[in-house]
């Protein structure tokens, strides 16, 4: 019977695995890879023109091709009520992935929605998310999967948010977190039994008193 137990496990394991794979290859939508200082974003692209707008000023956009060559972009730019607008003019159809890259500082990203196109956050390497005291994502993601050994986070269906926004932090913060309460558990406990020898203490000296008077 162990053993048995053990094929299941395998195959269980096997085919959650291949899952993975399968829903990786096959996502279509845009990916934010988390950095310490900036996001990178891949956008797929199916046009020849294309208008993106951000609530933060892009750098370094460039559009990639299914062969992966560079292909040149006539843009413009303009920024109308917190959004900055840019229209890209590819000169024919193409398609491929734009990419672009964001600012960001900390370890919270917050994504207002302008689009109802799939998503998928990538959070930076050696993090995580899901722990309600350290940080969780919300709304909760779609699917939870891997990447090049970094957690992903995906919304098949963001046309009924206006935002995603995702708290993380270090993988190894919870254990810490659970030596700082060990520890703060141990000094409550040192303090109620000082507290609690101090009154016998106490009532041992009334009781002397009394038996003098």
Known sequence: ???????????????????????????????????????????????????????????????????????????????????YI??????????????????HKGQQFILSLKQNDPVRIVLPLGYATGERLLGIANPYPDELGAEDGRITLTWLNTSKFQMIEVSYYEEKAPFAVKIIFAILATLAFGLLAEYYLSIRRLRGIRDETEKKT
């Not at 159809?93 to 734009?98: A, H, I, M, R």
Request: aromatic content about 14%; charged content about 15%.
């Open 86 to 103: 840019y229209n890209l003019d590819f000169g024919q159809q193409v398609s491929g992935n734009l990419t672009y890259i964001l600012p």
């Open 1 to 83: 019977m162990p053993k048995f137990y053990s094929y299941l496990l395998a195959i269980a394991a096997a085919v959650f695995t291949l899952n993975m794979v399968v829903s990786g290859s096959n996502f279509n939508g845009t990916t934010y890879w988390l950095g310490r200082s900036q996001v990178e974003v891949v956008q797929p692209i199916n046009a020849s023109k294309f208008e993106l707008i951000l609530a933060n000023e892009a750098d370094n956009i460039s559009m990639i091709d299914s062969t992966g060559q560079e292909l040149e972009i006539n843009s413009s730019y303009s920024f109308w009520r917190g959004d």
